[in-house]
């Protein structure tokens, strides 16, 4: 049980957004004292501050009223729910999706990446994995006994595109890579692929027969009126194609757990195989609510895009405002990874000590790839002043520990 | 991707239960008419015919009403909710579980088995799978990798022991086997597990260093006063053990999809991390629901057992006024076993042809060992008189094809 043991120390969620309740304190040299303030938890979104789609818990209601029908349904989700589903995805995405056959209702979109993963790559496979990039991604890829082959995301470096090494994954597709995994918008810096970036991803993956998984969690809440672009939209696409999405972050559907993938057949089929034995199916019940996904109160998606907006505005001022800290603007979605100036202070204990002395919880950069040793990512999916005065807090906090 | 693909190829879900919309029928050799009446689907429980536990949506919503807390929980689950259900546990099992480092909430007791495989084996790992047992075992052990080595219950051969062929399992144990995975009470048959051969694996298990996984998932529904002997509540225990229960059978909380792990605190930390890439948690309202479990109203578990005991004799005296149909009454649970004589025709087509003439949906018995070739499960967790008419029509539909 060696191998498995180093495997699982592999696996780490101490660090993982929600785990934070675990943490020991006790050995941190403190300086000053602690910042008075309301506890904000930037490691996810605050359901309380931004609520469910209206009507929810009523479609949830009906579902169980229906009885058995929704609580045992098809291992890939009951099928009207995947027909109403597909018509609606099919209209976001400009695409033709089978509810038949190219997709599955999944409990989460974690289920989803899950299953895709565990349907595409087998021991020894390599992965291409964008750093930084969504945490269980290599965790994943960690578990499946696969290889991750990683390439950079320059987001710094302009503004126009999302800075993904192109050269970089060509030479990765070149060496052998069987899966590409990557979220858009990105997690955790919250930048947009460019249209040129997606088409040229399209076209590496068809050419060198790599099979492409997309996280398209956050595409929903796209700021200032920037352009998305959907890889399944493509003319010119790869042989095996899985997309993602969601109602739990943007509609803030997390506690009931469900997701969608949709995309070639042959994987969506591995994929309900495997959700057989993994978790049988989405909660049945929760299927149901997949009824208010796109189908919000008229205006709900707005407001909610241009109060998250307002929020990312003004904590973006407030780290510009302080020397040494690196952070592009938000593009989409509720994430802003924050490049902060060198500590006197590891990582670890930064996080540590700014949860115990200011209640304020981010998640280490660390997470999204080992090089982001002076980065921390938040989720302001928050009460809006919470989040702003938590960020001052914050600032105080690096300011006392910085070299 | 070939020996992917090979390994998908044997995880099959066509003939797994609630898939059944999908079968062709056109070849069929049919004989005679079609038998009139209502349509009853013994691949799973009716949870129309038998509801959840009275106040479990109340509970639900009392979650959502929770907010932020009860949505985005730890990943094995909300502390008050893993402390109140490992007390119950406690209680039920007669031993002391802590609900900080030995129990993990998962999404129902297919995400425990999941979990609890991955977390125990990989690549080449010996497993010993009961033959008959629950079908997802053995799939399971095939995605992971592992190799199965089947131990034989010979459940008809005597009324006073489930009949585990304990000289087989101690040749298994001593040819390597890492793990040993079982239900109790017995999925397909409803037998029990005598103390004499609970405490024998359990002896077996500690002396070779093998890990045990016990699917007690309907330990609760225990027919005519018998005895039911707990694993873990043993003196001599194996170091890695890990419990699986849940709501999902005699409660009817399937829809919900919330199972229970506890054990090993090694096992159940690995549990942990792998359930942080799988599905992140059991979906956070759906927690809520484990408030009503071990807490129904008083009387209502006899009647439910009571209820399901009638039903067994009903049809265990059907079966067994046909001559050459083997049966062994069922212990516990809601599963009868079926053994029919020769047939015309296949089982894969005995199956479709029954759905088709007689509206009666049952699992071919291949589902829970290659050998079982003239067998069929039931759930007879049904309408009381629809499934006594439903089988007196599968009887006529074996009459009119056997050899």
Redesign the interface.
Known sequence: ?D??NE??LR???DH?P??Q??HETEELQLIGECLPGKSVDFS?G???AFEPIPGT?DE??K??HC??E??????KGR?IVRKSVSEKLSAFTNTSISADTQLIIT??T??A??LAM??????GDKVAIVEPDYF?NR??VH?L?GEIIPVALNYLESDKRAGLDLTQLEEAFKDGV?VFLFSNPNNPTGVIYSPDEIRTIAQLAKKYDVAVVVDQLYARQIFDGRMYTHLCAQDHLPDNLITIIGPSKTESL????VGVAFGSQTII??M???Q???????????QAVLASWFREPQGWLKDRVESHQSIRDDLVALFRNMEGVKVRKTEAGSYLFVGIPELTISLGDFVKILRLQANVTVTPGTEFGPQFTKHFRINFSQDHHAAVEAIKRTIQIIERYRK
């Open positions: 049980m191998l498995l495997k699982f696996l780490g969620v993982a929600g785990q309740t675990l996810h605050d359901v309380n818990l949830f209601i579902g169980v009885g058995g929704q609580a045992y349904t098809e291992y099928g409990p989460g974690q289920g990446l899950f565990g349907s595409l790559i087998d021991r269980a965790k994943i578990f006994n069987k997390s506690g009931y757990r089929s591995r309900e195989k495997l057989a034995i993994v978790s049988l199916r989405a909660g049945g019940y929760s």
